[in-house]
């Protein structure tokens, strides 16, 4: 049984801070709840550590990380390993609450791991992922200014860290939206019945995160979501698993649009630059369904381009992934720790860069370990890789995979 604790924070010296440091290590391991105090402010730990006065300010802060260890075989029928993956894959450092008004929030992402600063396909490390302020117009109505994820596919709006698999699926690699800047809305419709009607948007620069300014094009993005049965438990229509365990069905179907007008990366928002900028096109339907320890959920994305082949004078290429794939997961919690998910996802190139970019299939089966949700959990999943549509283990290219990932955070 814990003791309720007040910091009262003022300017002090080192040892004022070692001792705030302290307690919040205290808060966290012991997992404190909200102090009613008449003391402002207040710092508790209940979802995160929280630190509040009155109606005038809230900041919630958060930590997690991912430590992984995997592998890649050389073949289909050749067992050697061809390549270890050991590192830690994310660390963030999160943000969010409020300032002045319940009215005027903010979200802030931090990331310090190397894949998490762009520094394994770049030069420059960018470690802000989102910085975002918000207003609430009204209950169901709020919109955003500043760098925040697409409404592209569930899977990337999904965090990484209420995943069933280590990473998400190759169709999301190859044709997701992702984050970018600019202006975002969100509305529900709520009707006379449990069925709600969402709808999303944003305008934004096109080029990613924490890009310069490039040209006059900009990303026009809507989505729109129905969910027939009412809100899932716990927002798990953004979490995968069922570790609500529905008592009744709930589904969840989204339908997502994209232009990205004079796009300068070979993904949209991600990739490497191209020699020129392009138009490109983006199509998404995904849907999930969740009901007593059950969960299915797929997506469908496509993109196109009128010319997604770039040259520069060396004759170097660089084009625009188009195309489509689809992604299918499916899972059953056997009891409310232990989890089996099953992925079958491939990826079709179009006919203009088929001599470029090769068919892809993958299936993965997946085993989680709850042990606080998906804050605190052990994963391991083990799958088969295959190019061309061709699944015989001779086939060039193919190959077995292996991950161990441990997710821990607060």
């Not at 300017?11 to 909200?34: N, P, R």
């Not at 997701?176 to 019945?193: A, N, V």
């Amino acid at each position: 049984m814990i003791t309720p604790l007040t910091v009262k924070l003022r300017k002090t010296g080192g040892a004022g801070f070692l001792l705030i440091f302290c307690f919040l290590l205290y808060s966290v391991a012991t997992h404190a709840q909200v102090v009613e105090s008449d003391e402002r402010p207040l710092l508790y730990s209940e979802d995160g550590i929280s630190f509040s006065k009155d109606s005038l300010f809230l900041m919630n802060l958060r930590f997690r990380m991912q430590n992984r260890a995997g592998f890649n075989t050389v073949g289909g029928d050749e067992f050697g390993i061809e390549a270890f993956e050991m590192r830690v894959r994310r660390l963030r450092l999160r943000f969010d609450g409020f300032v002045m008004h319940p009215r005027f929030q903010y979200y802030i992402q931090l990331a310090f791991s190397k894949a998490d600063l762009d520094l394994e396909v770049g030069s420059i490390a960018q470690p802000v992922r989102d910085a975002i302020l918000y207003y609430s117009v009204s209950e169901n109505f709020y919109v955003g200014f500043g760098q925040s994820k697409l409404p592209g596919n569930r899977q990337r709006v999904i965090s990484s860290g209420n995943l069933q698999f280590a990473d998400r699926s190759l169709v999301n690699a190859l044709f997701t939206l992702d984050r970018d800047f600019g202006f975002f809305g969100y509305y529900s419709i709520r009707t006379k019945t449990e069925s709600i009607w969402m709808i999303k948007g944003a305008v934004t620069t096109g080029d990613g995160r924490n890009a310069s300014g490039v040209n006059d094009g900009l990303s026009y993005t809507g989505r729109l979501e129905f969910l027939p049965f009412g809100s899932f438990s716990n927002s798990g229509d953004y979490s995968e698993g069922d570790l609500e365990f529905e008592t009744n069905p709930k589904l969840s179907l989204g339908l997502s649009l994209n232009k990205n007008f004079k796009a300068i990366r070979t993904g949209g928002q991600l990739g490497a630059e191209l020699f020129e900028s392009r138009d490109m096109g983006t199509l998404i339907i995904d849907g999930i369904y969740k009901h007593k320890g059950w969960a299915v959920q797929a997506e469908f994305l496509s993109r196109s381009a009128t010319d997604p082949i770039t040259e520069n004078d060396l004759g170097e290429i660089r084009y625009i992934v188009t195309g489509h794939g689809l992604n299918t997961q499916c899972s059953k919690l056997i009891s409310h720790k232990s989890e089996f998910a099953l992925r079958y996802s491939f990826v079709v190139p179009s006919e203009q860069i088929q001599a470029l970019q090769q068919r892809t299939d993958e299936v993965l089966l997946g085993y989680t370990r709850y042990l606080s949700g998906h804050r605190i959990k052990v994963q391991g999943n083990v799958g088969y890789r295959w190019l061309d549509g061709l699944e015989i283990l001779s086939n060039a290219g193919n190959t077995w995979t292996g991950m161990f990932q441990v997710e821990f955070g607060i």
